[in-house]
């Protein structure tokens, strides 16, 4: 692959970037978050559910993200933090948006492997306000004793 970017009048070969460069950290939860925004719409049309005030909530939780990951980078940078820190804040980003592609290609009909259709479910599950109740329920008792 001879595909070049310029970088300060240089080239840089793509072939030569390995999920090991610190350019991943920034370009698998942006080219994630590019994804998601276009299975969103391309179910939000489907569905025909689409709505500005949603597209406006999703895309401000993108730029939040977005934030969180260059603000992090600059302090790595300044502060000579360990890289492994924003590695995993990456990777949690990046795991956030590809359970929303995935759940935006589930519901827009494309087969899905079992395990990840009980993946989904058993997310989904977890999340149901009972256990919410349970959980707030626990810090209350606590908050008596």
């Known amino acids: ?3 070049s970017i310029t970088e300060s009048g240089g080239f840089i070969q793509l072939d030569r970037i390995h999920f090991t460069s610190g350019l991943w950290v920034l370009l698998l939860p942006l080219a994630l978050m590019g994804l998601d925004i276009i299975t969103g719409l391309v ?4 569905n025909e559910d689409f709505k500005s005030k949603k597209m406006r909530t999703g895309l401000s939780k993108k730029i939040g993200e977005i934030a969180i990951i260059v603000i992090g980078e600059l302090f790595q ?3 000579t933090l360990p890289t492994y ?3 995993c804040v990456s990777l949690y980003i990046s795991f956030m948006e590809l ?3 995935v759940e935006n290609l589930n519901e827009l009909g494309v087969p899905l ?3 990840i259709t009980r993946v989904l479910q ?3 599950d977890s999340l149901k306000n009972d256990d919410l109740d349970d959980v707030i329920g626990t810090i209350n008792g606590i908050d008596k004793e």
């Open 77 to 79: 940078y300044s502060l």
């Open 1 to 3: 692959m001879m595909m």
């Open 113 to 115: 492997p079992a395990f």
């Open 99 to 101: 359970m929303s592609n």
């Open 85 to 87: 820190i924003m590695t």
């Open 43 to 46: 179910k939000a049309w489907s």
């Open 122 to 124: 058993s997310v989904d």
